[in-house]
């Protein structure tokens, strides 16, 4: 039976990052250099942490340091079992008749941090953990979503999200020799309440979209987008104010 109520999984405990990333400016500890950005010639990036604070002693696991914000390598035996276990059940999603409405919602139930009341996702669907991503109540999930979710991926109450879109939150070093060595890390990504991203939207690491935003097909959202809003291109831009 459907569960009137949010499903909700245990949320990990963060610890503070390294860095703080605010809208337009990045402080971060000096201890190095490297950046990692949310993307490639796009302007001002988020600063995830430095190569000084990649190669310091350090007791917590990779999976820890992962949840944290921190920069990581994915060689974590926990991340790889959590990994498949989202992969499979993507897969038996996938593998679901259409009709198999109850099902359906079991196994999104199983997969994510939480799934409001009425949000459906249409397979197929791909997540990185799947608990890491959570959905409000009355939200439609359109066919072929990607969501990446190795930070948290958190959408709102009444979103429309079309077929094709990517919420992207892993980031990688730009300097070669971190990345040679498999450092990563993420940004969370966060669609306010009533937001629509039309068809082939790729959402950037450390984005915010605000409530009521339109983003246009095909869009490739780089920066935080205010509310009320239409925006559309590559990167993104507001080419239209909504009314409240």
Known sequence: MRDSKAATAPAPTRSTAIATITPGSVTLRRSGGIRMPSTIGAGPAPVHDTIGSMTEVDDRTMRERMLAGDPYIADDPDLAAESIRARVLCHRLGQLSPDAGLERRELLVELLGAIGEDTDIRPPFQCDYGYQTSLGARTFVNFGLVCLDVARVTIGDDVQIGPNVQLLTPTHPVEP????EKWEGAAPITIGDNVWLGGGVIVCPGVTIGENTVVGAG????????ANVVAVGNPARVVRTLDA
């Open 219 to 226: 869009a490739v959202v780089t920066r935080d987008l205010p």
């Open 177 to 180: 020799g971190p990345r040679r």
